[in-house]
């Protein structure tokens, strides 16, 4: 079947720091991948994807992603966190032919301490 | 201009009640959704429609229906709402076709069931 993992809940960093929210999947065939943010009361903001290419795909607000595909991840960074990025993150993935259907992970709710 | 907009936000209703959600987007797409995110902040498509035709239908009690009055519009009716359909229900849409576009969220309507 095809999943997505998220293996932490939370994620707390301090400002300044580098932050990383990890994602790992399982698909048939290419993976198409997707992160997106949600803060308080609002609906998920895409923030960058991987379709083919480079390995590190650059996305909004300074965010960044690596695949791997030898470890199946595609884990989210950004080099130094702010107070302001502190919300919900969920990877996904695209599980059909035709772009209509995606799999969420559980979501790793990050929080960037002052 | 809001992209993707849903009414209502808040929707608190008796338990045996029917209701309905309507969701309009503006952004020209050809594919709109309807999700589920449960109290753990779970994510899990429920319907997709394609140019007004029902794509997706993932395993969700017959009470659920869409209608896909034209593309830019999808509203969801639930009939004999039960305690376990409070959630936060999101609509989303985007553009298919091979070009792997992401989805384009609104913010939710939160239903809660007495």
């Known amino acids: 079947a095809q999943s997505v993992a998220q293996p932490e809940d939370q994620v707390n960093v301090a400002e300044g720091n580098p932050l990383t929210v990890k994602c790992t999947y399982s698909v048939s065939g290419n993976p198409y991948l997707f992160w997106y943010v949600q803060y308080p009361n609002r609906g998920l903001q895409f923030l960058l994807k991987y379709i083919t290419g480079d390995n590190l795909v650059k996305g909004s607000y300074g965010f960044e992603a690596e695949f791997n595909k030898s470890q199946t991840s595609f884990h989210l960074k950004k080099p130094s966190a702010l107070v302001s990025d502190s919300a919900l993150y969920f990877c996904?993935?695209?599980?059909?032919?035709?772009?209509?259907?995606?799999?969420f992970g559980p979501g790793t709710r990050l929080s960037v301490l002052p | 201009d809001t992209a993707v907009s849903q009414t209502p936000k808040y929707l608190v209703t008796q338990m045996g009640n029917d209701k309905s959600i309507k969701c309009e987007q503006n952004?020209?797409?050809?594919?709109m959704y309807w999700y589920k995110q449960d109290s753990k902040k779970f994510l899990k498509i429920m319907f997709s429609y394609n140019n007004k035709e029902l794509i997706i239908n993932e395993t969700v009690p017959n009470r659920f229906s869409p209608k896909s009055p034209d593309k830019a519009h999808l509203n969801l009716h639930i009939n004999s709402l039960e305690l376990g359909d409070s959630a936060v229900y999101f609509c989303a849409s985007s553009q298919v076709g091979g070009l792997n576009q992401p989805q384009h969220f609104g913010d939710g309507t939160r239903l809660s069931i007495l």
């Open positions: 996904a993935v695209r599980v059909d032919n035709y772009g209509q259907n995606f799999v």
């Open positions: 952004l020209g797409h050809d594919t």
